[in-house]
């Protein structure tokens, strides 16, 4: 009895002793992003801003949204959601049943912004195809497109959280002078390497055109794979031919789809294999690695990697 009053009492101390971890404080404001990009960008418009939590469904996991499914984390996150930023132009087909019971507001990202029309309406998976919408929602691998989903979102934010307004506007100042930088940066590498500008691209994922627009580079083939939809046969001849013909050295794949097709080309002709980013995952903020808005520089990896594609490796030096 006596060791068992004895258990009973120092179990009460241990509980009454104060946690090693931290108390989470509950967040005043709620922002759910469901991109990456739109994550970063979050990011970098709230710092510093008290109560206000930034978050993101796993949505970088995948390298084609209109195949994700939302799991059991990204639900809970969306119940506790106050405003869910999304990047719009029909990329978030996954969110549709989810939004019509939330009650949290929502921003689209995509506004202002001159959408182009998509490469690939629909690709064929076991036998049916289906639809990737008209217009091509990869729209923030343009940094001047980002530029614009920031505003955005500075915009909204200033407008449910006024008092904290001030500090939404500096962020966000400085949040369009590093994707300006950002442009800038990638410009003189590919004015200084490629002069006489690239031969063309040829990528296995059919979100480049905004990059290519934004930097002047011309995409002449590009193909929406995905593991277990490789390209068909008839896809595979015309490449091949292309890269034969026009002396393409390097073809592009995206660095978390498949690279089976690209590879086949490769060792039938040739040419290099490079995987580029879209910028759909990375460290989150409570990473030493993560950069917020600077990890856009991601985009001036993806120039320094086509350049040495290009042109052989080492052309342009890492740093």
């Known amino acids: 009895m006596m060791k068992k009053t004895v258990l009973?009492?120092?179990?009460?101390?241990?509980?009454?002793?104060?946690?090693?971890?931290?108390?989470?404080?509950?967040?005043?404001?709620?922002?759910?992003?469901?991109?990456?990009?739109i994550y970063l960008l979050a990011c970098s418009l709230t710092e510093g801003v008290e109560g206000v939590a930034v978050e993101r469904l796993d949505t970088g996991s995948t390298s084609c949204l209109h195949d994700y499914s939302l799991s059991m984390a990204d639900m809970k996150k969306l119940e506790r959601a106050d405003v869910i930023a999304l990047n719009g132009a029909g990329l978030e087909e996954f969110l549709e049943d989810a939004l019509q019971t939330s009650d949290a507001r929502t921003i689209d990202?995509?506004?202002?912004?001159?959408?182009?029309?998509?490469?690939?309406?629909?690709?064929?998976?076991?036998?049916?195809?289906?639809?990737?919408?008209?217009?091509?929602?990869?729209?923030?691998?343009d940094p001047e497109n980002a530029r614009i989903m920031a505003s955005n979102l500075r915009n909204y934010l200033v407008l449910i959280d006024p008092d904290h307004a001030a500090r939404y506007e500096s962020n966000g100042v400085e949040t369009a002078e590093i994707l300006l930088r950002c442009r800038e940066t990638a410009e003189a590498l590919l004015e200084t390497y490629l002069p006489q500008g690239a031969p063309g691209l040829i990528t296995f994922h059919d979100g480049f055109q905004y990059f290519a627009r934004a930097f002047g580079l011309p995409l002449l083939a590009s193909v929406e794979e995905e593991a277990g939809s490789e390209a068909s046969a008839k896809e595979i001849v015309e490449m091949t031919e292309l890269v034969k013909k026009g002396g393409i050295p390097v073809i592009f794949t995206e660095k978390n789809g498949s690279d089976a097709t690209a590879k086949a080309i490769s060792r039938e002709t040739g040419c290099r294999v490079v995987p580029l980013t879209m910028l759909m995952d990375g460290p989150d903020a409570d990473d030493p690695e993560f950069g917020g808005a600077e990890q856009y520089f991601q985009l001036c990896w993806n120039v320094r990697s086509m350049i040495n594609g290009f042109e052989g490796e080492g052309t342009v030096p890492n740093g």
């Open 8 to 37: 009973i009492y120092i179990l009460a101390l241990l509980l009454a002793l104060p946690s090693c971890a931290p108390a989470q404080e509950e967040a005043r404001l709620t922002v759910v992003c469901t991109t990456y990009p």
């Open 109 to 141: 990202c995509s506004q202002g912004i001159a959408l182009l029309e998509s490469l690939s309406h629909s690709h064929e998976e076991d036998g049916h195809g289906h639809d990737h919408g008209h217009w091509d929602p990869h729209y923030w691998m």
